[in-house]
């Protein structure tokens, strides 16, 4: 028995030294904190932190004048964002978290189906372009010319130093060709 009530005082004493030791180590952590908080040195609000406003998003803007938001993918949870740089006539499916050409996507909104994008420092809220039943313009490269009118089905006449030239060359154009024969190999 006698060992036995050695080794409980021996454990004791262990648990009474660690626990001493624990104490030593934060007791000076915590008094360091007070005296950091409660300063007479330090201005009242000292351990205020600043809360820095983001920049507001705007809408409407330069970018949206410049980038045109014309499409959204939703590939294996991944949404990509379709947008079209008018200045530069070049379109981009853009990963959200990416950026091309200096055009980032930061965030989605699919409720209102807009998604903010930056470029050069400055951020903007693009809504999705919508589609129209309206059809696109033809480019047409000359516009056309007008017809003379022509009275009672006559041909416009030409001038008479002309009239023997076209003449000539109406002949030239009725010259036929002679039938040419075919002569096959023999087999």
């Known amino acids: 028995m006698r060992q036995t009530a050695t080794d409980c005082n021996f454990r004791t004493r262990l648990v009474m030294c660690m626990a001493l030791v624990s104490l030593a180590l934060v007791l000076p952590l915590t008094a360091s904190s007070t005296l950091e908080s409660k300063s007479p040195f330090l201005p009242p609000d000292h351990n205020k932190k600043t809360v820095v406003a983001p920049k507001p998003v705007q809408q409407n803007g330069p970018i949206s004048r410049e980038i045109e938001f014309r499409g959204v993918v939703e590939l294996n949870?991944?949404?990509?964002?379709?947008?079209?740089?008018?200045?530069?006539?070049?379109?981009?499916?853009?990963?959200?978290?990416?950026?091309?050409?200096?055009?980032?996507?930061?965030?989605?909104?699919?409720?209102?189906?807009?998604?903010?994008?930056?470029?050069?420092?400055?951020?903007?809220?693009?809504?999705?372009?919508?589609?129209?039943?309206?059809?696109?313009?033809?480019?047409?490269?000359?516009?056309?010319?007008?017809?003379?009118?022509?009275?009672?089905?006559?041909?416009?006449?030409?001038?008479?130093?002309?009239?023997?030239?076209?003449?000539?060359?109406?002949?030239?154009?009725?010259?036929?060709?002679?039938?040419?024969?075919?002569?096959?190999?023999?087999?």
Do not use: C, H
Not at 136 to 154: D, E
């Open 77 to 187: 949870g991944n949404y990509q964002f379709s947008l079209f740089n008018k200045t530069d006539q070049k379109g981009y499916w853009i990963k959200q978290g990416d950026s091309k050409e200096g055009i980032s996507v930061s965030s989605f909104d699919l409720s209102s189906m807009s998604v903010t994008i930056s470029q050069n420092g400055r951020s903007e809220r693009l809504t999705l372009m919508e589609s129209t039943d309206s059809p696109l313009p033809v480019a047409v490269s000359a516009p056309p010319t007008k017809q003379p009118t022509v009275k009672n089905n006559k041909q416009p006449q030409l001038p008479p130093g002309l009239q023997n030239a076209a003449n000539t060359n109406n002949r030239s154009t009725k010259r036929t060709i002679p039938r040419r024969r075919v002569i096959l190999p023999k087999k």
